[in-house]
């Protein structure tokens, strides 16, 4: 369970993007969606710790981690994709997968994760994380790492972006079987429906404030009616 | 042999015993032991310290090992070898230098290697650099290597100085004829106050030669690292040469690539990358679950590997 109890979070520059956010999730798929630059990828740094919250709190499981650096989150559970996934030069795929495994591990294990997300592992394990691997395949090997280090709490960052259509038809059977997997909690920032359409749960972010939070049969209908400006989002600008 | 010259020949050469095939082992300026093959001598030079070595034209899948021990403190030397590669050869060379000082005098040991490739020879030459001590004494290595590739012959030079060498000046000089094709790895890792140099000359005079020089280094601390690279096109060629570095700490890198066209089908690039960890590849690793000392050890270790 991750709770976030009146959350706000300023930039440097005294720019406000999260607005003391409060609230609590604990279904198995929650998304969370929202206009461009409403706070949302802010919300997934602050849970993972690359952002400090300028106040409030973030509870896992009941224990207080605001204060704990990226790699205490990641030692106490909770796992972070990123939009951009970062290259490495001389780093390769099954390092990758080991590094996030928290152990060695054999080959058919590596090539177990790889293929979950629809990569021939043959082909990828022994590749280097560099320029020479496409964005699609990198937001694949992104989603294999996550999968590889299970931990209660999996956070993706826009897994859909920079993937051609025929590849986020995979993605979405791939989070269709993390969905039934999973023994912790998946949140998912997208735009897509059809992500938004396999949650629990959807949040509602908009002008660094939840404008709604709710079973997707409450949610989808009103995002999906409301092509000029939905009714949440226009709560917020009002 | 004593245990730290052992550790020396199994850091430098992989080494735990006497190889198989040929070898020769200098330990402290003196020759350990050598033994040639059926395919390959080795022949002390009379007029300098060194050793010819030949290899017989035909020699497939032959491997020779040539390391340079020195744990005596203060000990100076500089070594000629001479490779002497027959036509179609397929053989492998390991060299390597490793210096434990004990003591406060500088240790240091020049290689002068050339090699000779005849028409269609292959050599794979591997080399590495290893220093230790708990003396104050320098470890300095001046590596020269010249090569000189007849036609069609292919040269593949791996080079590594990780650790302990307080001061090395490493040249490379290399002559390619027609459809003969240069290839160096350098891997450099410096710590400390020590100075690295890496210069290379590489005439591309041969029609469709071609050569691919990489340097990849990592400067810590202090230390203090030089790459320059001359790569000249005179004739119908290609010619590549890299310089990618990680500078840390306190550390100064100086790239300077530079290519010469003097043929108008010469095909020449140069690349030079010098910056520090990317914030986001420690970020990365640290959502995996590692600590930033533990991320910067796998970040280097892959760069370098």
């Given at each position: 369970m991750l709770e976030f109890k009146n959350v706000s979070y300023q930039t440097e520059d005294g720019k406000e993007i999260l607005r003391d956010v409060s609230l609590v999730i604990d279904d198995r798929f929650v998304a969370v969606t929202g206009p461009?630059?409403?706070?949302?990828?802010?919300?997934?740094?602050?849970?993972?710790?690359?952002?400090?919250?300028?106040?409030?709190q973030i509870l896992l499981d009941g224990e207080d981690i605001t204060s704990l650096s990226i790699s205490e989150r990641a030692n106490r559970g909770v796992s972070f994709a990123f939009q951009q996934p970062v290259r490495f030069k001389g780093i390769t795929v099954k390092d990758l997968i080991s590094i996030a495994s928290g152990k060695k591990i054999s080959v058919s294990e590596a090539c177990r994760y790889l293929s979950e997300v629809g990569l021939c592992a043959k082909d990828y394990i022994n590749r280097e994380v560099d320029g020479s691997l496409s964005g699609g395949e990198l937001k694949r090997i992104e989603i294999a790492m996550i999968n590889a280090r299970g931990t209660k709490l999996s956070v993706f960052d826009e897994p859909e972006a920079g993937i051609d259509l025929w590849s986020f038809n995979n993605l979405?059977?791939?989070?269709?079987?993390?969905?039934?997997?999973?023994?912790?909690?998946?949140?998912?920032?997208?735009?897509?429906?059809?992500?938004?359409?396999?949650?629990?749960?959807?949040?509602?972010?908009?002008g660094g404030t939840v404008a709604a939070y709710g079973t997707k049969s409450e949610i989808l209908p009103e995002l999906l009616n409301a092509q000029a400006g939905c009714r949440f989002t226009k709560e917020v600008r009002d | 042999m004593d245990a730290i010259q052992k550790t020396l020949l199994e850091q430098v050469a992989g080494l735990h015993e006497v190889p198989e095939g040929a070898y020769s082992i200098r330990v402290n300026g003196q020759l350990y032991g050598k033994n040639d093959s059926v395919n390959i001598s080795i022949v002390k030079k009379e007029d300098k310290p060194g050793i010819d070595i030949y290899v017989k034209a035909g020699t497939k899948n032959e491997s020779l090992h040539i390391p340079v021990i020195l744990s005596q403190s203060g000990l100076k030397e500089l070594v000629y070898n001479d490779f002497h590669i027959g036509e179609d050869c397929d053989v492998t060379i390991v060299a390597g230098c490793g210096i434990h000082n004990g003591g406060s005098e500088a240790s240091e040991h020049s290689g002068i290697h050339?090699?000779?490739?005849?028409?269609?020879?292959?050599?794979?030459?591997?080399?590495?650099?290893?220093?230790?001590?708990?003396?104050?004494?320098?470890?300095?290595m001046n590596p020269t290597t010249v090569a000189v590739l007849a036609e069609n012959s292919y040269l593949e030079m791996e080079t590594a100085q990780?650790?302990?060498?307080?001061?090395?000046?490493?040249?490379?000089?290399?002559?390619?004829?027609?459809?003969?094709?240069?290839?160096v790895r350098e891997k450099i890792m410096t710590h400390g106050e020590q100075f690295a140099e890496t210069d290379f000359t590489v005439d591309l005079d041969g029609e469709d030669c071609g050569a691919h020089l990489v340097s990849r280094s990592v400067a810590k601390d202090n230390s203090r690292q030089?790459?320059?690279?001359?790569?000249?096109?005179?004739?119908?060629?290609?010619?590549h040469t890299e310089c990618d570095a990680?500078?840390?700490?306190?550390?100064?890198?100086?790239?300077?690539?530079?290519?010469?066209?003097?043929?108008?089908?010469?095909?020449l690039i140069h690349e030079a990358a010098i910056g520090k960890i990317a914030g986001e590849q420690l970020i990365k690793l640290m959502t995996l679950g590692l600590s930033e000392k533990e991320d910067e050890e796998q970040i280097i270790n892959g760069f370098l590997k």
């Open positions: 461009n630059g409403s706070g949302k990828s802010t919300m997934a740094k602050l849970i993972a710790g690359i952002y400090m919250p300028t106040s409030g979405i059977q791939v989070f269709r079987a993390m969905h039934e997997r999973t023994h912790g909690t998946i949140l998912i920032i997208s735009h897509q429906e059809r992500i938004l359409d396999i949650a629990d749960k959807i949040i509602v972010i908009a | 050339a090699f000779y490739l005849a028409k269609n020879a292959k050599v794979k030459y591997v080399e590495k650099h290893y220093g230790e001590g708990d003396g104050n004494g320098k470890n300095v990780i650790k302990g060498v307080d001061s090395t000046r490493r040249k490379t000089e290399a002559k390619l004829a027609d459809g003969a094709t240069l290839i030089t790459f320059l690279s001359r790569v000249r096109g005179n004739n119908r060629c290609s010619g990680i500078i840390m700490d306190g550390a100064q890198v100086t790239a300077l690539p530079q290519i010469e066209a003097n043929h108008v089908d010469a095909s």
